[in-house]
């Protein structure tokens, strides 16, 4: 991992050079916990919205940013490549606009970035955040490990970050749900968590029937249903809009899990309905080889150095020539030779 580009001064605006400033000397020490985050609104997220205390055992990249400030704006593609690198080692990077979902919403869907990131956030005062853009790293036990610019990120401190960091429990499939463990609800509860949403599903919809259930059980196995229903429905449209734009790989494992999972149940059924359409899909298709062929030339690429990994990249690009992982590619090529 290569630190950041700065963008050249001589081309910024005032308010991009403001955006330059340290941070205050308010700003959380390393070592304390940092002070909870909120938003608005959250885009690339289903579920319960994030909170420091909800991902305590991953390793949290905080990044404090805007659409109209340059640096940031050019820093996203690397952040998107942390996201991509990292998220299996436990890395969640969380990003926080204070602008409102109409800037925010069309920047990351023309853009095609998968990681988390809200809109309308006021947290960063309480970081002491006087400019923008602002990084910082939150380790597995919830103490602030690093913050600087993201330009000073480098692979030392983040690995160092990363130590006992592991990824959420259940994959893309689990989460935290609202509903109260009752009961025998709780048994589900804990397989929602673990990811087995068809499994819990199938035990929820048997409580209707179930005589000896008590009346708090039927109405948690209920309320939990739906939770499930709704998460997996939020998984689907937000595949939807990866394939809009053409974030096709990210689209299709979300599908496939949700397939797996279900099998031959309806949900199951709808998920396999859409890898079918993307199959037959050629712009589509194409897309989806390129991706699955970047993460293969990425292993390959990584043992190369210099001019023959550039070289490896440009002809990349040549052979998928218009589809956005040749774009990568093609940025890769250009890459620095130092």
């Known amino acids: 991992m290569k630190p950041l580009a700065i963008v050249s001064v001589a081309v910024l605006s005032l308010a991009t050079l403001l955006s330059l400033r340290a941070t205050s000397a308010d700003k959380p020490l390393v070592g304390a916990v940092p002070p909870e985050i909120d938003a608005a609104g959250w885009i690339n997220h289903v579920g319960p919205a994030p909170t420091l205390a909800s991902l305590k055992g991953q390793t949290v990249l905080i990044e ?62 309480k970081y002491g955040v006087n400019g923008i853009p602002a990084t ?47 009961g025998r609800v709780a048994q589900q509860v804990k397989l929602v968590e673990e990811g087995k949403l068809g499994k819990a599903l199938a035990a929820l919809t048997a409580f209707a029937q179930d005589t000896t259930a008590s009346d708090g059980e039927k109405a948690a196995a209920a309320a939990l249903t739906v939770e499930i229903e709704g998460y997996v429905a939020a998984l689907m449209s937000q595949s939807e809009r990866h394939l809009k734009s053409l974030n096709v790989l990210r689209a299709v494992n979300t599908y496939e899990s949700i397939a797996k999972e279900f099998g031959a149940a309806q949900l199951g059924a709808d998920a396999k309905s859409k890898l079918d359409a993307i199959k037959a899909d050629e ?22 150095k210099g001019a023959k990994a550039r070289d490896k990249w440009a002809e990349f690009a040549q052979k998928y020539k218009g589809t956005r992982a040749a774009e990568r590619a093609t940025a890769l090529a250009r890459a620095p030779k130092n």
């Open 283 to 304: 712009k589509l298709s194409r897309e989806l080889a390129a991706a699955e062929a970047f993460q293969k030339t990425k292993d390959s690429a990584a043992k190369l």
């Open 136 to 182: 910082f790293l939150v380790g597995p036990d919830g103490k602030l490990a690093w913050s600087g610019h993201p330009s000073e990120l480098n692979d030392s401190v983040l690995e160092a970050a990363l130590k006992g960091a592991k990824p959420r429990a259940g994959g893309i499939l689990g989460f935290a749900p609202a509903t109260a463990a009752e």
């Open 64 to 125: 404090f940013w805007a659409t109209w400030c340059a640096p940031c704006v050019a820093a996203w593609p690397h952040l998107q490549e942390l996201h991509d690198e990292y998220e299996s080692r436990g890395l969640v990077i969380l990003g926080l606009s204070e602008e409102a979902a109409d800037k925010v919403s069309p920047f990351v869907n023309e853009n095609g970035y998968t990681a988390r990131i809200a809109y309308g956030s006021t947290t960063k005062g």
